[in-house]
T-cell receptor, first 110, second 114 residues
């Protein structure tokens, strides 16, 4: 079964609102990464959080990691229409490979 | 631009054709990856090359044949594909395959098999 699962599968919000996406995984990890993908394009790395970190910020992005619950969340504050994309979490499952979830499709309406 | 380019961007081929996908990275990375992305499925890792050596073949059918002549270039040779192979094929690179680093993705090749 897949390592990462994002929740919700789809999210629609208005510009200016915050968007929160969650990721759950099954095995222990060294780090967890979040990626963004615009429709039909490649993925773009957003942020990496290590297993010994609990929270990380990058601009309007805030990522949390709870290793006891095997879960992570990505918060995008003050969303913009340009944030419309799919967001994926990826974990390493203590290997040298990344395993991606199915993603959350975020739609931000102007 | 991520520093990873892929050609062609779109490819339509018949089941009897032979074609190749090309990936090039300009980042000085040593690890390169092929992924397959199908609708409503997680991104599937196909192959990993680390310092030009294949370190991962994720049970990929032999109709997909990778080639890595150097650390900057990666090819995926295709022959006798099936319609279910239609997908977005993504190439990525990272500093090294040892441990997990940030991966940089190309824009992908949208493949349609008729």
């Amino acid at each position: 079964s897949q390592q990462g699962e994002e929740d919700p599968q789809a999210l629609s919000i208005q510009e200016g609102e915050n968007a929160t996406m969650n990721c759950s995984y099954k095995t222990s990890i060294n780090n967890l990464q979040w990626y963004r993908q615009n429709s039909g394009r490649g993925l773009v790395h957003l942020i990496l959080i290590r297993s010994n970190e609990r929270e990380k910020h990058s601009g309007r992005l805030r990522v949390t990691l709870d290793t006891s619950k095997k879960s992570s969340s990505l918060l995008i504050t003050a969303s913009r229409a340009a944030d419309t994309a799919s967001y994926f979490c990826a974990t390493d499952a203590n290997t040298d490979k990344l395993i991606f979830g199915t993603g959350t499709r975020l739609q931000v309406f102007p | 631009e991520t520093g990873v380019t892929q050609t062609p961007r779109h490819l339509v081929m018949g089941m009897t054709n032979k074609k190749s996908l090309k990936c090039e990275q300009h980042l000085g990375h040593n690890a390169m990856y092929w992924y397959k992305q199908s609708a409503k499925k997680p991104l599937e890792l196909m192959f990993v090359y680390n310092f030009k050596e294949q370190t991962e073949n994720n049970s990929v059918p032999s109709r997909f044949s990778p080639e890595c002549p150097n650390s900057s270039h990666l090819f995926l040779h295709l022959h006798t594909l099936q319609p279910e192979d239609s997908a977005l094929y993504l190439c990525a690179s990272s500093r090294s395959g040892q441990g997990v680093n940030e991966q940089f993705f190309g824009p992908g090749t949208r493949l349609t098999v008729l």
